[in-house]
Each structure stands twice: as structure tokens, then as C-alpha cells.
């Protein structure tokens, strides 16, 4: 399974038919030593704890900034 960090965007496909992706923010990682775990703030601007199962996310890296020359 990926690893987040805080900043990186993630999605959160729908097991039911006709619902939406669910999508947001990673705020903080969280390291129980039980596995990882994220505090997500989502687009609807909910925000909770969520600990993911394989295949349950996709991690899309937060974008870098290009030096400026």
C-alpha cells in the first residue's frame, strides 16, 4: 500500500454503484505502530480519521513548487 504525507491529495473510490469518489487532503499521518492511519479534510469540508485498507485509496502526491530562475 502507498504512503501518504500531509499535503498529498487522496481518493477514496465508492463501493457502490452511482456514488461519487470521495476526495481531500491529508492533514496529518498517523503512526500507531498498528499501521498508518490519516487524518484527512475532505472536499465537503468534513474532516475525519481514516485508516485505510489495501486497495481502498489513491495517494496523489502533493505537487512540488519548480524553482523559480
Given at each position: 500500500?502507498?504512503?501518504?504525507?500531509?499535503?498529498?491529495?487522496?481518493?477514496?473510490?465508492?463501493?457502490?454503484?452511482?456514488?461519487?469518489?470521495?476526495?481531500?487532503?491529508?492533514?496529518?499521518?498517523l503512526d500507531t505502530g498498528?499501521?498508518?492511519?490519516?487524518?484527512?479534510?475532505?472536499?465537503?469540508?468534513?474532516?475525519?480519521?481514516?485508516?485505510?485498507?489495501?486497495?481502498?485509496i489513491s495517494i496523489i502526491?502533493?505537487?512540488?513548487?519548480?524553482?523559480?530562475?
Amino acid at each position: 500500500m502507498a504512503h501518504g504525507n500531509v499535503g498529498d491529495r487522496v481518493v477514496v473510490e465508492s463501493e457502490r454503484t452511482g456514488r461519487s469518489a470521495r476526495e481531500g487532503v491529508i492533514l496529518e499521518v498517523l503512526d500507531t505502530g498498528e499501521g498508518i492511519h490519516y487524518r484527512i479534510k475532505w472536499d465537503d469540508g468534513h474532516e475525519s480519521t481514516f485508516f485505510p485498507s489495501a486497495g481502498s485509496i489513491s495517494i496523489i502526491p502533493k505537487a512540488t513548487k519548480e524553482a523559480v530562475p
